[in-house]
């Protein structure tokens, strides 16, 4: 297992022992992880990170797309939710 890049804050830590100890069913952590955004991106402000699986047909599918609109993968999937959210409201 490899330890934390960055140190865990006192609310991770009661939220994991919480865990642990069976008080709580899922982890409870109030503060999602943030990242500073990349020199060279053109985006501003923080990110939030979400590591989500997906079948393979649509990676490829949706990495096909974005390739042939010119843009990043990761690009085209915040357009596809930020039109997703728009259409919902």
């Known amino acids: 297992m490899a330890l934390p890049k960055k ?12 865990f642990i100890s069976g008080k709580t069913q899922e982890p ?20 939030v990170t979400y590591n989500a699986t997906m079948p393979v047909e649509i990676h490829a ?3 096909i797309a974005a390739i042939k609109r010119g843009i990043s993968l990761k690009k085209y999937i915040i357009e596809a939710i930020e039109e997703k959210n728009i259409r919902e409201k």
């Open 7 to 18: 140190p865990i804050t006192a609310a991770q830590m009661a939220a994991a022992e919480e």
């Open 61 to 63: 599918a949706a990495k």
């Open 28 to 47: 409870s952590i109030t503060q999602p992880h943030t990242t500073l955004p990349n020199p060279k991106n053109e985006d501003k402000g923080k990110f």
